[in-house]
């Protein structure tokens, strides 16, 4: 059974080490970390789904406290302005749970005016972290999102601590549960929005809780990267079901995606293979590899498929050397992930924040860090049929398009897992709940 109490204090014991070594480097006494406010929609009385800042989330596991304050000052306990205010019109935000109340210095005011009175009188040694507002303009601060600052934070973050990472753990045992709901949805013939409502049932998740828009595609929409206009009425004939979902615990998400063939044939096969390819890119992890580097050897393992299933006329080797398997596998291979689906700090190069920017043969690669212990990002190989990348080779003869055109009407394959590096080995996060089914 997991201590959360325990994994928790430890949590913030390392924030604690973080942003005391943070605020060091960059020059400041203090940081206040708000929550945010809620955003209202033009000329409405509706907000739109909250979402507080990832600072923020970071120390408190709160679904939600719109209004509230993280306050840190070294060598003093961290101390939550908590807002919950007394509304019979909606549901206040839920009061701190026992496994995290005592990590942090709790004060409840129940009106965002009252939360100056909580703060130092002099700010201006204190810098602040998230989303802007203009009642902040007032109070002195030393500096609002000073890139210092920021960056030592953002780099840290893509070391997860045993809380983050238990957490991590749990969000994909819950998006795994719905993964095979959707599944068995798919194969009783329903349609993508009635899939996506049978996944948002088992994953117990409202649509404005899941980290990210559910990517639900039958038969040709999986060539779609982000596709997410779900169909109300099932498809003539079934032939593919792409489905690219997360879930949360904890303000930690996981990430999914499987692809199924509605029968046997080539493409069941390709995604067989492409399920063998993934989990041994997965095998070539090492610490201190860079994941670009990573990145082209998952090209070369797509342009083994290619070759061998004949959709390009040549060696898996001059495949990778024309750079076709660009056409057909147009994305990174995986990201960061934790209090964000696609976490930030993926290009820095150090903790002072120089960004190596676009990846000059991958420039859509998110994630280009040197693989390290205690590491959590994506490993998510695909394969489609996109008529705009395959027209930028309209009448080439080493693409087999009749072959092609036969595939089209699938649209594509993706396989993605979460990986953690710990000890020079890795942890796949997805494989234990989500074995059975690719």
């Known amino acids: ?83 919950q205010p007394r509304d019979y019109w909606h549901v206040a935000p839920e ?85 095979q709901a959707a599944a068995d949805a798919f194969h009783e013939g329903l349609s993508e929005f009635d899939i996506h409502l049978r996944y948002l049932a088992a994953s117990r998740h409202r649509e404005c809780e899941l980290p990210y828009g559910n990517i639900v595609a039958l038969n040709e929409h999986g060539a779609v990267l982000h596709y997410d206009d779900y169909d109300r009425e099932p498809p003539a004939e079934r032939r593919a079901f792409l489905i690219d979902a997360g879930a949360s615990f904890r303000n930690y998400h996981a990430d999914i995606t499987r692809t199924y063939a509605a029968g046997k044939g080539d493409f069941a096969d390709m995604v067989e293979r492409m399920n063998t390819e993934q989990l041994g890119i997965i095998d070539e992890i090492q610490m201190g590899m860079s994941y670009g580097a990573l990145h082209d050897a998952m090209h070369r393992r797509i342009a083994g498929m290619l070759s061998d299933f004949d959709i390009v006329r040549l060696p898996a080797e001059a495949v990778y050397d024309r750079g076709y398997s660009r056409t057909f596998f147009p994305h990174g291979l995986g990201h960061l992930i934790g209090l964000q689906t696609h976490d930030v700090g993926g290009w820095l190069t150090d903790p002072d924040g120089p960004q190596v920017g676009r990846h000059p043969d991958y420039p859509a690669l998110r994630l280009q860090r040197t693989i390290e212990t205690d590491m959590l990002f994506t490993i998510e190989p695909g394969l489609y049929f996109i008529d705009q990348l395959l027209g930028e080779h309209e009448g080439n003869a080493d693409f087999n398009w009749p072959r092609i055109e036969s595939l089209k009407p699938f649209g594509g394959i993706r396989i993605e897992d979460t990986v953690l590096v710990k000890d020079g080995d890795t942890e796949n996060f997805t494989r234990p709940f989500l074995t059975s089914k690719h």
């Open 1 to 83: 059974m997991t201590d959360w109490t325990s994994l928790f204090a430890r949590h913030v014991a390392t924030l604690v080490e973080r942003y005391t070594e943070g605020l060091a480097l960059a020059g400041y006494h203090g940081v206040l970390i708000p929550a945010g406010s809620p955003d209202r929609r033009f000329q409405d009385d509706q907000d739109y789904p909250f979402w507080g800042s990832p600072f923020f989330r970071q120390w408190v596991p709160s679904r939600g406290a719109p209004e509230s304050m993280l306050i840190f000052v070294p060598g003093e306990t961290a101390q939550l302005v908590h807002y």
């Open 95 to 179: 009061p701190a749970e026992a496994f995290w109340a005592n990590a942090l210095d709790i004060k409840v005011i129940d009106s965002p005016d009252q939360l100056r009175d909580c703060l130092p009188q002099d700010l201006s040694s204190f810098a602040l972290l998230g989303y802007e507002d203009d009642r902040f303009s007032s109070w002195g601060l030393g500096a609002v999102n000073p890139p210092e600052l920021m960056h030592y934070l953002i780099w840290m973050r893509a070391y997860k601590t045993p809380y983050e990472q238990a957490c991590m753990r749990e969000a994909n045992r819950i998006a795994a549960h719905a993964h």
